[in-house]
């Protein structure tokens, strides 16, 4: 059985930083395709950043700069550390591990508040 979770959410001031983690377990996680997305209220769900399984990122151009998206293999640990928190960050942030199957797997998310 797959799953996935996600901590480290809460409330923060602008400016202020947060570091995400979500672990997985039941799938080899050290070949997966890892992905941080994040959905405000009445907006869809986007991609914020991901990292492959040879390390490279990719991030939102809205993020881009301020996150880092990072991953531990002896852990099965992906990271979202964020700085530089705008009110617009706000938002419930979900992990997302593809397999090399190309199957899906979600947390089931963690709130970030951003206070002006």
């Known amino acids: 059985q797959v799953q996935v979770v996600e901590s480290g959410g809460g409330l923060v001031q602008a400016g202020g930083s947060l570091r995400l983690s979500c672990v997985t377990s039941?799938?080899?996680?050290?070949?997966?395709?890892m992905g941080w997305y994040r959905q405000a209220p009445g907006k869809q769900r986007e991609l914020v950043a991901a990292i492959g399984s040879n390390g490279n990122t990719n991030y939102a151009d809205s993020v881009r700069g301020r996150f880092t998206i990072s991953r531990d293999n002896a852990k099965n640990t992906v990271y979202l550390q964020m700085n530089s928190l705008k009110p617009e960050d706000t938002a419930v942030y979900y992990c997302?591990?593809?397999?090399?199957?190309?199957?899906?797997?979600w947390g089931q998310g963690t709130q970030v508040t951003v206070s002006s």
């Open positions: 997302n591990t593809r397999t090399i199957g190309q199957l899906d797997y």
């Open positions: 039941g799938t080899a996680f050290r070949f997966n395709y």
